[in-house]
């Protein structure tokens, strides 16, 4: 099982640019495809962005084109989402997240965007 720590949230206002990164310890990193998941106040978990495990394969919603890019770097076990143009609707605890057999989870880092 792997153990997954977010960072880079904040408080950033309308048109801002964030970059939050995932940091994994235990497992094998690099055997694992990644996923960004967000979940706003009163709304349920939703799917943000994907990256396979060498980086080769990039999925994102159709919320997150254009403006969102996942990226990885195996070598210091990190997969970042790089946020810009923020609006409002951006609000969200943002969570990381591991395909390695057990459905690991961060602990979320919030992200706030003020008009």
């Known amino acids: 099982q792997v153990q997954l720590v977010e960072s880079g949230g904040g408080l950033v206002q309308v048109g801002g640019s964030l970059r939050l990164a995932c940091a994994a310890s235990?497992?094998?990193?690099?055997?694992?495809?990644m996923f960004w998941y967000r979940q706003a106040p009163g709304k349920e978990r939703e799917f943000v962005a994907a990256i396979g495990a060498n980086g080769g394969k990039l999925v994102y919603a159709d919320s997150a084109k254009g403006r969102f890019t996942i990226s990885r770097d195996n070598a210091k076990n990190t997969v970042w989402l790089q946020i810009h143009s923020l609006t409002p609707e951006d609000t969200a605890i943002y969570y990381c997240?591991?395909?390695?057999?057990?459905?690991?989870w961060g602990q979320g880092t919030q992200v706030t965007v003020s008009s």
């Open positions: 235990g497992g094998t990193f690099s055997s694992y495809d």
């Open positions: 997240n591991a395909a390695d057999g057990f459905d690991s």
